[in-house]
């Protein structure tokens, strides 16, 4: 499960899979061990329409899947700027909202990098202790705070207004300065951070996770920001997460079970409604996106399309290395 996102729609006409494709090396050499036939009957039938690729040396704050998502689900926002908070959990009206996520910045000589929050294992005990402990500071600065999960606390608050916020999955793993938040709006929050950190510092929990030789959390990470108005009324996609916390981990083993269990369920599922109504299904990996459809087209341009798919079948192996 990433940490950004909850799962979008338990059954719907449009999969999208995040992590289908990875630039980890690890996971590029999987690939060829993958066997998914439900995934190389879909892509037999259906037609990439659709392409979001980015530059590999400038990232977008969010990850594709996220982009995919927002822009199926009729969102308003843009680019770092999706109310994932407000729309994750129903919560519409003119207040800003977002998500806290505490996490491990790993200091170095010359960057401070931000591991994957997952890893720090927090217990419900030790992240309800811990935001106790920072709600006199949260409050002073007007926002209203409250526990969901260990890694993900919901916040509401002006000082969130106009923020345009790096998810936790672009930023996991990478130097943290680039992807702070720089707009004037920010100014206040990343003030509130080094409050945090200092309080962290000799936190009774913190302490404890030291004495067992646990990493500790000295930070937090905004992300999911903005305002929402109203729900959204466009049919939610399904985006599984099946495959998300293996490839963050780059566990290639863990992964290529993932995508096997993905290939007998959720593209076996879509493969068998394929023949009653139109379907999407969109791969992503961590810079691009691939949308695929069936193409309506005259009856004879169907039939060479069928003959070249026979003639020249598309292989799972290079639809992934394309992403």
């Known amino acids: 499960m990433t940490v950004s996102l909850p799962e979008a729609g338990p059954a719907a006409d449009h999969l999208i899979i995040p992590y289908a494709a990875s630039r980890s090396p690890a996971l590029r050499e999987a690939l060829t061990q993958l066997q998914l ?10 037609t990439r329409v659709q392409t979001d ?12 899947h996220e982009r995919t998502l927002a822009k199926a689900l009729e969102l308003p926002g843009t680019t770092g700027a999706w109310p994932w908070a407000a729309w994750s959990q129903g919560l519409t009206g003119e207040t800003p909202q977002a998500f806290f996520t505490p996490c491990h910045w790993q200091i170095g000589m010359d960057q401070v990098v931000m591991l994957n929050p997952a890893s720090l294992q927090l217990s419900e005990a030790e992240s309800q202790a811990l935001l106790q402990a920072m709600q006199p500071f949260f409050s002073e600065d007007g926002l209203s705070v409250r526990y969901l999960t260990p890694t993900q606390w919901h916040v509401q608050g002006e000082l969130l207004r106009g ?8 930023v996991v793993g990478m130097n943290v300065n680039p992807w702070l938040p720089k707009s004037a709006a920010a100014k ?15 936190h009774p929990v913190n302490d404890a996770r030291s004495a067992k030789g646990q990493l500790t959390v000295n930070s937090f990470w905004v992300h999911g920001a903005g305002v929402l108005t109203h729900m959204p009324a466009a049919p939610a996609p399904h985006m599984t997460t099946a495959l998300c916390e293996a490839a963050l981990r780059e566990d290639a083993q863990a992964w290529l079970q993932a995508w096997h269990e993905t ?9 068998q409604r394929m023949g009653s109504r139109p379907v999407t299904l969109t791969l992503c990996s961590e810079h691009a996106a691939h949308t695929y459809q069936i193409q309506t087209a005259s009856p ?23 992403l």
Not at 302 to 312: D, G, I, N, S
């Open 53 to 64: 690729e980015e530059d590999l040396d400038e990232p977008g704050l969010d990850m594709p």
């Open 263 to 271: 290939d007998a369920t959720l593209c076996a599922d879509l493969r």
């Open 188 to 202: 206040a929050l990343r003030r509130l951070q080094s409050e945090m950190q200092m309080l962290l510092y000799n």
């Open 37 to 46: 036939p439900h995934l190389q009957s879909l892509l037999q039938a259906l």
């Open 163 to 170: 923020l345009a916020c790096a998810s936790v999955e672009r």
């Open 300 to 322: 004879l341009k169907q039939l060479w399309q069928r003959t070249q798919r026979l003639l020249q079948p598309v292989s799972v192996h290079t639809a992934l290395q394309a």
